[in-house]
């Protein structure tokens, strides 16, 4: 028999449940975000940049409020585009002016590898936070100057790991971080396309400070990291080249490295500008595994275990990353993996460390 309660809860239930469900068929109806919008300034307006401020446009904690370009045509469209008012423009010779600008709180560098470093030095003086590109910088003294300038100025430097905030990938590290697959023996990382335009910066030595190690292996590198959850103590390398007209000298077309983990794991992983469909995660342990392929392109990402598949739906990874680090900025938020400038510096350390093992073809030791 069903009582007085149960009668007026069953009754009440679906009107309860109605702003609910007209806020999702609805959002717009959803009452505005209200808390504290980070002020981005992005800088380099070139093809991830593009990318990320159209992630932007659904975010609620960050927001474009400062473009930062060599080229005037592009200032003058991407203003327009994304409501950019013309005292927060700048190109690379004036920027130290924002110093001055309340309306920016953090540059984004999106330009090639080799000005990372310079540009946020400058960024870090002005006062500003600095969200930078990986690799963060073109060697570890490089990413270390960084971290120390960022500290000296009382700011922070983020860099742009967006797989770090990635649902499935979190999931399995998540997982890991249980004991789900046992002891950790075992990581394999393939992170690899084939490069097209001969003259583009990726292929200058001088702008992009190597070759596929810098670009695309080193999401082998930090995957390995995030994914076993240690820092390697020592790699061995081997390069090959198959087209130095393509591949000058200090351009690596494929390095394959492996590397030794404090708790006994090892890493196998294939860095290269010269195969497709090389884009491949593999975790094994003691009791599971965990797969992700793919594992770091801009998704879908597909994520398994010895469990089954995960499904966790797709977002752009760029809007999920520049939530998570206006949180990171304004509300002190912890990560589950840091994405701080200490973070990007271990990378930095380990292929300095890599480039040196497949010169010496010795197995190099790694210190922090
Ligand atoms: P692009 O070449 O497409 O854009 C770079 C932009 O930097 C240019 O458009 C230009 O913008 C500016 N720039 C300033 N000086 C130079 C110069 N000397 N040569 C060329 N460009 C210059 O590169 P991407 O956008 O692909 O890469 C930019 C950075 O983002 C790199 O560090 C890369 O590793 C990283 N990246 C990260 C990805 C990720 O998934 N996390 C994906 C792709 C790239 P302007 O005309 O406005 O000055």
């Avoid at 490089?142 to 797989?163: D, I, S, W």
Wanted: net charge positive.
């Amino acid at each position: 028999m069903t009582n007085r309660r149960q009668f007026i809860s069953k009754l009440t239930a679906p009107f309860l449940a109605m702003p609910v469900l007209s806020e999702l068929a609805f959002p717009s109806c959803a009452s505005p975000y209200e808390g504290p919008v980070l002020k981005v300034a992005l800088m380099g307006l070139g093809g991830y940049a593009t990318r990320v401020a159209e992630a932007m446009q659904a975010s609620k904690k960050a927001r474009i409020t400062g473009l930062i370009s060599g080229t005037p045509e592009k200032l003058k469209s991407w203003q327009q585009k994304y409501n950019v008012s013309t005292k927060n423009c700048y190109n690379y010779e004036n920027f130290d002016a924002i110093k001055n600008n309340p309306e920016i709180d953090a540059v984004y560098i999106l330009t090639p590898n080799a000005l990372h470093h310079p540009q946020a030095l400058r960024v870090a003086a002005a006062g500003k936070h600095v969200i930078c590109e990986k690799p963060m910088a073109l060697n570890a003294r490089q990413g270390k100057e960084m971290v120390e300038a960022c500290k000296k100025a009382g700011k922070q430097l983020l860099v742009g790991y967006r797989m770090h905030f990635e649902a499935n990938t979190v999931d399995i590290i998540q997982q890991r971080i249980n004991g789900n697959f046992g002891k950790i023996l075992f990581f394999q990382g393939l992170s690899g396309f084939r490069i097209g335009n001969p003259s583009q910066w990726r292929l200058n030595k001088e702008l992009a400070g190597g070759g596929a190690m810098m670009d695309i292996g080193i999401y082998s590198v930090n995957g390995a990291r995030y994914m076993v959850g240690e820092d390697p103590i020592w790699v061995t390398a081997q390069e090959t080249k198959t087209n130095p007209t393509l591949f000058k000298e200090g351009v690596d077309e494929t390095i394959q490295f492996q590397m030794g983990f404090p708790g006994g794991a090892v890493a196998s992983c294939l860095s290269t500008y010269n195969m497709n469909n090389l884009d491949r995660f593999f975790l094994n342990g003691e009791k599971g595994f965990a797969e992700l392929y793919p594992a770091s392109g801009y998704g879908p990402i597909k994520g398994r275990t010895h469990q089954g598949e995960l499904n966790h739906p797709h977002v752009a990874h760029q809007t999920t990353q520049m939530e998570e680090m206006a949180a990171i900025l304004l509300e002190n938020k912890k990560p589950l993996v840091p994405v701080d400038g200490l973070e990007g510096w271990k990378d930095l350390v380990i292929i300095d460390a890599i480039y040196k093992a497949a010169a010496s073809g010795q197995k190099e030791p790694i210190r922090y």
